[in-house]
Nanobody, 124 residues
Framework: QVQLVESGGGLVQAGDSLRLSCAASGRTFSYYTMGWFRQAPGKEREFVAAINRSGGTTYYADSLKGRFTMSRDNAKNTMYLQMNNLKPEDTAVYYC?????????????????WGQGTQVTVSS
């Protein structure tokens, strides 16, 4: 399995930007489709974005399109989530995840490896 470590979270103000990173080790990173999820206190883990193996195709939660951008660099075994114009409702723990599926899924059950998460807090 691939091991994943997120970084880049923090406390920001509404309207600010953050870039999260997810570093992979272990099995070949480019084998996996990848996803970002988030979980706010008292809520279920929700899909944020996903990307195919090559990085050529991305998928986003409808509510986040236009503010969040996901990318990956297979040479660096790393993927990213650029978050712009952050809002207080974006406050959550953000997780990266790896999937064996050829087409990235939107459900947590579609993913086989998870990072430990990084906290993003957006103040109003």
């Amino acid at each position: 399995q691939v091991q994943l470590v997120e970084s880049g979270g923090g406390l920001v103000q509404a309207g600010d930007s953050l870039r999260l990173s997810c570093a992979a080790s272990g099995r070949t990173f480019s084998y996996y489709t990848m996803g970002w999820f988030r979980q706010a206190p008292g809520k279920e883990r929700e899909f944020v974005a996903a990307i195919n193996r090559s990085g050529g195709t991305t998928y986003y939660a409808d509510s986040l399109k236009g503010r969040f951008t996901m990318s990956r660099d297979n040479a660096k075994n790393t993927m990213y989530l650029q978050m712009n114009n952050l809002k207080p409702e974006d406050t959550a723990v953000y997780y990266c995840a790896a999937s064996n599926l050829l087409v990235p899924g939107h459900r947590p059950a579609d993913y086989v490896s998870w990072g430990q998460g990084t906290q993003v807090t957006v103040s109003s």
